[in-house]
């Protein structure tokens, strides 16, 4: 083993510990939020996720029943009860003081004072023994108790998240944002990819370097030129001021740029002769570009489609921009966002939600990263 390890060398070796630590740092936290969102909400409070599968201790309060249920036992008093425990799980210990929950192991009799026994069992039931009458007016005795609750797990808290909390609706109201605003951008881009790639036409030159001018203008500064353009428009058309067409435009303005640039590059990097045999051969643009350009692009177009898709699904400021804020067009961050300010405490709902809207970009990440994978093995030759 340690031969091997030599022949593979230290570069190599350090470049999968690398790995490892990142696929580690990313899949801890989020196997954290997904343990902690199937918990009952108080082991949440108690106990860290880690812990989840090893149950979890707490500390609570009961009272023994009153003088009016104590029994004579020979020259002894007795009162027989059980303890409830809420929440369930089996007593471990128990004590008179909360600064010492655990003073007294269950099973066995406890000296508490002069002339008075208390023995507790880990299913509840006790008995608390006195060498005397116990007097009319004494209060029932408090105790308190280590109790070990084993593992619960729990899908109450998506239901919640799904049912109670709206977060149905605006899961809904994200994908009739995301899916078009990735699209559309993408159709785009491929087109207009392969004309300023492939095509010779008067101001192809100019072009290239508008979009590459666009790239760099910030966000921030886009957002009211384009939401009065679209207003001017809408009030031409009768259009609403806060409709899905304005986000979808939003999304593919901000996103079109970049799209042309990287297909741009990776189209004019395919090899010339295709394209040439293809126009020798009598093919129209439109038929290179649907037939050959289209297919050798998907790698391309599947990297950008991951990344659009990811970052218009966690968008929070141009849904809010171009959406509002009204229960009926509220985007699934905006919802969480809401969540947020008003269950700041509720762990159990706010880690059932996070773990809702990162599923549809896990399935799209995984869906297509096979396509990233297949672009990279294409140029690949076997070795002589």
């Known amino acids: 083993m340690i031969g091997n390890l030599g022949r593979i060398g230290p570069a190599r070796i350090f470049v999968h510990a690398v790995v490892l630590l990142i696929v580690l740092l990313w899949l801890l936290p989020t196997l954290g939020i997904f343990v902690t969102a199937i918990r009952n909400k108080d082991q949440i409070v108690v106990s860290g996720w880690w812990t989840a599968f090893a149950g979890s201790s707490r500390t609570t309060a009961a009272r023994l029943d009153g003088p009016d249920k104590a029994k004579p036992d020979g020259a002894n008093f007795v009162i027989l009860g059980n ?14 003081r909360v ?3 655990a003073a007294y192991k269950v099973g066995a009799p406890a000296e508490l004072e002069k002339g008075e026994t208390l023995t507790i069992n880990a299913d509840g039931s006790y008995r608390y023994q006195k060498n005397s009458s116990f007097g009319a007016d004494a209060r029932a005795k408090r105790v308190y ?10 899908m109450d808290n998506y239901r919640t998240v799904l049912a109670g909390e709206g977060i149905g609706q605006s899961f809904i109201n994200s994908l009739t944002v995301t899916i078009p605003a990735t699209v559309i951008p993408i159709l785009i881009a491929a087109f207009a990819a392969y004309a300023l790639a492939w095509m010779e036409f008067p101001g192809r030159a100019l072009l290239i370097a508008l979009v590459v001018g666009l790239i760099v203008v910030p966000l921030q500064m886009s957002l009211i030129p384009l ?12 259009v609403p001021s806060k409709t899905y067409p304005g986000i979808w435009m939003a999304h593919t303005a901000f996103g079109l740029p970049l799209a042309i640039y990287l297909l741009r590059n990776y189209i004019a990097g395919l090899p010339k002769e295709i394209i040439e045999s293809a126009r020798v051969d009598g093919a129209s643009d439109f038929d290179i570009f649907v037939k050959i350009i289209l297919p050798l692009s998907f790698p391309a177009l599947a990297s950008f489609a991951i990344f659009q898709f990811l970052w218009v699904w966690n968008d929070l400021l141009i849904a809010m921009v171009f959406l509002g804020t009204d229960k009926d067009h509220l985007v699934l961050t905006a919802a969480l966002n809401a969540l947020l300010g008003s269950r700041g405490g509720n762990w159990e709902i706010l880690t059932a939600s996070a773990f809702v809207t990162i599923i549809i970009p896990l399935l799209v990440f995984f869906g297509l990263q096979r396509y990233l994978v297949r672009g990279l093995l294409a140029g690949s030759v076997k070795g002589g």
């Open 145 to 154: 108790l280590t109790v070990a609750t084993p593992p619960q797990f729990t």
């Open 227 to 238: 939401l009065r353009i679209y207003n001017e428009i809408g009030q031409i058309f009768g």
């Open 83 to 96: 303890l409830a425990v809420e929440g369930g799980g089996k007593i471990q210990s128990f004590g008179q």
């Open 99 to 101: 600064q010492e929950p």
